[in-house]
């Protein structure tokens, strides 16, 4: 008398089978039973992984970055960042990108800044005096200004 069952193909990851219904009884080394199937391993032991490449997670998901074969959150300060090193790429609004870091600006962002020490704008963009802190416009008849005393040494 023919079988009335219906046949299940088996996984190609199980070692060993049931052959009775087609379930895993045991894997294959990097892979693991989940159900009745085997799948790969490194899929439910690498939290926040996306893409598994043997047993290192090769991408993770958005808002971390693969370190040392797993993932690690990324700087919640970064808008974009290199998903392979975590280094950021740009902020989020409010701070400034420098040096691979964020900035928050404690006297908020000057858009004349070109570089922020401890937080303060330190060196201003050419054509603009720093003082206190901030950058303001040189004198248009200042034809040479000192950056070191902020002062106009010679003018037009």
Request: net charge neutral.
């Amino acid at each position: 008398m023919p079988s009335t069952g219906v046949c299940r193909a088996l996984n190609p990851l199980c070692r060993t089978s049931d052959m009775s219904n087609g379930a895993c009884l045991s894997c294959y080394p990097g892979y693991q039973i989940l159900n009745t199937d085997c799948i790969v391993a490194a899929a439910i032991t690498i939290p926040f992984c996306q893409t598994v490449n043997g047993n290192v997670c090769a991408l993770c998901i958005n808002g971390y970055f693969t370190k040392d074969g797993g993932c690690a959150l990324a700087n919640t300060l970064c808008s974009s960042y290199d998903p392979m090193n975590g280094r950021c790429l740009s902020c989020i609004p409010g701070y400034v990108f420098q040096e691979n870091e964020c900035i928050f600006p404690s006297l908020g962002i000057d858009a004349n800044c070109a570089f922020y020490t401890n937080s303060f704008c330190s060196r201003c963009l050419q054509g603009f005096a720093l003082i206190n802190y901030l950058c303001g416009p040189i004198d248009a008849k200042c034809r040479k200004f000192d950056q070191a005393t902020n002062s106009c040494q010679s003018c037009s």
